[in-house]
T-cell receptor, first 111, second 114 residues
């Protein structure tokens, strides 16, 4: 089983749509969870951390289900500028904050 | 806003040559990392560095790789004898602490080994 697994997409959605991405992770001892965004040939940029209670940042909502080892990201009212690859990232427990990346889910928002 | 910087942005080298990739982490950060991303693949952890020593390294980080913090600001990754399969984007990252601290990534160095 992959350490962090994501649907690669692509998700092609019109502007204004709501889109949801899912991710599963294999190590139940992981403590930190993140969504990063990566534009083509650029560095990963933190979109948001994911907390057990769920958290929201504007149009973005992240949820964590520890029992199912499942993380989600919901984007409401998609903008053209949301087009990117969304990386689910989990820390490796017990170490020095080594991050384990999923392969990413590609989102393309069209007019 | 403080950011991680990396030089060079692109490096082309011949197989067997040594390369040094440079990074300047955010100034009050204490933990430093190198990751790489082969074209079309996921980002992979190489090494973490704290208090002037390697704290963790992956299987990728073999004897051909080394890291150093030669002064108070720079953090370098050296590949001693490059191979074709070392061609990738190399990202430096830094964080204030460990645990749940956010890691901030530099813009990367694109390495091409011919």
């Amino acid at each position: 089983r992959k350490e962090v697994e994501q649907d690669p997409g692509p998700f092609n959605v019109p502007e204004g749509a709501t889109v949801a991405f899912n991710c599963t992770y294999s190590n139940s001892a992981s403590q930190s969870f993140f969504w990063y965004r990566q534009d083509c040939r650029k560095e990963p940029k933190l979109l948001m951390s994911v907390y057990s209670s769920g958290n929201e940042d504007g149009r973005f909502t992240a949820q964590l289900n520890r029992a199912s080892q499942y993380i989600s990201l919901l984007i409401r009212d998609s903008k053209l500028s949301d087009s990117a690859t969304y990386l689910c990232v989990v820390n490796s427990p017990g170490g020095y904050n080594k991050l384990i990346f999923g392969a990413g889910t590609r989102l393309a928002v069209h007019p | 806003e403080p950011e991680v910087t990396q030089t060079p942005s692109h490096q082309v080298t011949q197989m067997g040559q040594e390369v040094i990739l440079r990074c300047v982490p955010i100034s009050n950060h204490l933990y430093f990392y190198w990751y790489r991303q082969i074209l079309g693949q996921k980002v992979e952890f190489l090494v973490s560095f704290y208090n002037n020593e390697i704290s963790e390294k992956s299987e990728i980080f073999d004897d051909q790789f080394s890291v150093e913090r030669p002064d108070g600001s720079n953090f370098t990754l050296k590949i001693r004898s490059t191979k074709l399969e070392d061609s990738a984007m190399y990202f430096c990252a830094s964080s204030v602490g460990r645990g749940q601290e956010t890691q901030y990534f530099g813009p990367g160095t694109r390495l091409l080994v011919l």
